[in-house]
């Protein structure tokens, strides 16, 4: 009977035991079912709210103009080059006392040219500049870098330094390489090749006045 009895009672412990489990386990279930509808998935509500918010500066944020481009790539020769002629201004006296080859144009002549011709080129740079990645475009690029730096040479050998023989060096390597970025650059964008074609006759002329300059002095 003892026995039965003992058997019977843990019987009973176990069954209320597994009730209390239930409904600790019932508990925040019904807890969470209680909640307001308002209250429910804050973090998606949150997530939602910040993709919104990109989504409004996304929007927000306008693209540059296409004007920029433009003006970044005309800007830089035509700095580069008034930068040149700034250095070289004080020491132009000296052009006055050459014995110059007929035809020869005067300092301020040869300094407006020179910015136009700088100008063109940088209009012909942005078409490098938005073509595809490619040898030719390197190759381009190239030469127009190459161009731009002898121009911004020549100046300062002729004006600022006095030097005849290497100015006429310089010149002739100008007009070459004005041919060679036209080549170049045709191969790329045909248009864009005709605005080199000033810089190419100017280059000529140079070359034939700093090498008549270096002949008669």
């Known amino acids: 009977m003892a026995l039965r009895r003992k058997k019977t009672q843990d019987k009973r412990n176990k069954t209320r035991?597994?009730?209390?489990?239930e409904k600790a386990i019932e508990t925040p279930v019904r807890e969470i079912?209680?909640?307001p509808r308002t209250y429910d998935f804050p973090l998606q509500r949150a997530d939602d709210r910040a993709w919104q918010d990109e989504k409004t500066?996304?929007?927000?944020?306008?693209?540059?103009?296409?004007?920029l481009s433009w003006a970044i790539?005309?800007?830089?020769?035509?700095?580069?080059?008034?930068?040149?002629?700034a250095l070289t201004f004080p020491f132009v006296a000296a052009y006055a006392r050459f014995v110059k080859p007929p035809f020869a144009a005067s300092p301020q002549t040869l300094a407006w040219t020179a910015i136009a011709v700088e100008a063109a080129m940088g209009l012909a740079?942005?078409?490098?500049?938005k073509?595809?990645?490619?040898?030719?475009?390197t190759s381009a690029f190239t030469s127009c870098v190459i161009l731009g730096a002898l121009h911004f040479a020549w100046p300062l050998l002729l004006f600022h330094f006095g030097l005849l023989l290497a100015a006429a060096l310089g010149a002739i390597l100008l007009a070459i390489a004005a041919y060679l970025a036209i080549d170049n650059l045709?191969?790329?964008?045909?248009?864009?090749?005709w605005l080199l074609l000033p810089h190419?006759?100017?280059a000529a002329y140079l070359a034939y006045l700093s090498t008549g300059i270096a002949l008669l002095n």
């Open 17 to 21: 035991g597994d009730t209390r489990d």
């Open 33 to 35: 079912r209680g909640i």
């Open 57 to 67: 500066e996304e929007v927000e944020t306008l693209p540059p103009p296409p004007w």
């Open 73 to 85: 790539c005309v800007a830089i020769p035509v700095l580069a080059g008034a930068f040149a002629i």
């Open 125 to 129: 740079c942005h078409f490098i500049w």
């Open 131 to 137: 073509a595809p990645a490619s040898r030719l475009r």
């Open 186 to 193: 045709e191969r790329l964008h045909s248009s864009a090749a």
């Open 200 to 202: 190419f006759f100017f």
